[in-house]
């Protein structure tokens, strides 16, 4: 077998309200769009470009992001990336590529500490896990 990693790490800013659903079975799945960028120089210029990335959260996750995030707000996401496959109404074949978050961190206002919640523990048991918090010193969040 050979060695391979199929891991990314997201900071940055929600690009629209996270959409909450519920699949026929009723476990809730949300999706949020993450805006991030990268620079380079031009010239004397520098150039951001935008990315966007729709991330994907199932069970308590799912539900705690979409009544805690909000357009315009800071998350940081750590999952894999997939791609699915599915025929639209027209019977044309369609491509998704997302990432599904295994962990993720909604960072607070200036002074107050962080939430950290590990989404791939409550995926791999019973879907009830808490958000977790932890004491992290303001100047050491980078916005």
């Not at 769009?33 to 935008?50: D, L, M």
């Not at 107050?112 to 004491?135: C, F, H, I, M, Y």
Request: glycine share 8%.
């Amino acid at each position: 077998m050979a060695f391979s990693m199929n891991r990314v790490t997201l900071l940055g800013r929600c690009s629209q309200d996270p959409e909450l659903r519920y699949t026929a079975d009723g476990t809730p799945v949300c999706t949020v769009s993450i805006a991030t960028s990268h620079s380079y120089r031009q010239g004397e210029e520098w150039k951001e470009v935008p990315e966007f990335s729709r991330c994907v959260l199932w069970r308590k996750a799912a539900e705690y992001v979409a009544q805690n995030v909000a357009k315009g707000g800071y998350i940081y996401v750590d999952g894999r990336i997939q791609t699915r496959k599915w025929e639209d109404r027209d019977g044309n074949t369609r491509y998704s590529t997302e990432i599904v978050v295994q962990n993720y961190v909604i960072p607070k206002g200036k002074g107050e500490a962080a939430g950290l919640v590990n989404n791939q523990a409550s995926v791999q048991t019973s879907g009830d896990a808490k958000p977790q918090s932890e004491d992290i010193p303001t100047d050491d969040i980078p916005f």
